[in-house]
Nanobody, 124 residues
């Protein structure tokens, strides 16, 4: 069982930045693919960004390319999502997810463990 705890959410004005962190309890985080998903009210939970266990390959949704960056520090068992140039449409609950495989997967069903989520609100 892997516990995931997100932090770093909050209220920010459009154009601002936030950095989300996801602390994982896994012994060897490098064996896990990690993803950040988000869910706005009344919408599906969608993948925002994903990263391989080794950190050498990433995926971004088209809506965040060039603005968001996913990274990981396996020594600290932590994954990050740097969010720049935030827009009101980025407002959502952001969830960290993990799965015990190094392969990059971009569908929700490819992640076994989930955090509780952190709220990000971008005001116009």
């Amino acid at each position: 069982q892997v516990q995931l705890v997100e932090s770093g959410g909050g209220l920010v004005q459009a154009g601002g930045s936030l950095r989300l962190s996801c602390a994982a309890s896994a012994r060897t985080l490098s064996s896990y693919r990690m993803g950040w998903f988000r869910q706005a009210p009344g919408k599906e939970r969608d993948l925002v960004a994903a990263i391989r266990g080794s950190g050498d390959s990433t995926y971004y949704a088209d809506s965040v390319k060039g603005r968001f960056t996913i990274s990981r520090d396996n020594a600290k068992n932590t994954v990050y999502l740097q969010m720049n140039s935030l827009k009101p449409e980025d407002t959502a609950v952001y969830y960290c997810a993990a799965d015990p495989s190094n392969l990059l997967v971009v569908v929700r069903g490819g992640y076994k463990y989930w955090g509780q989520g952190t709220q990000v609100t971008v005001s116009s």
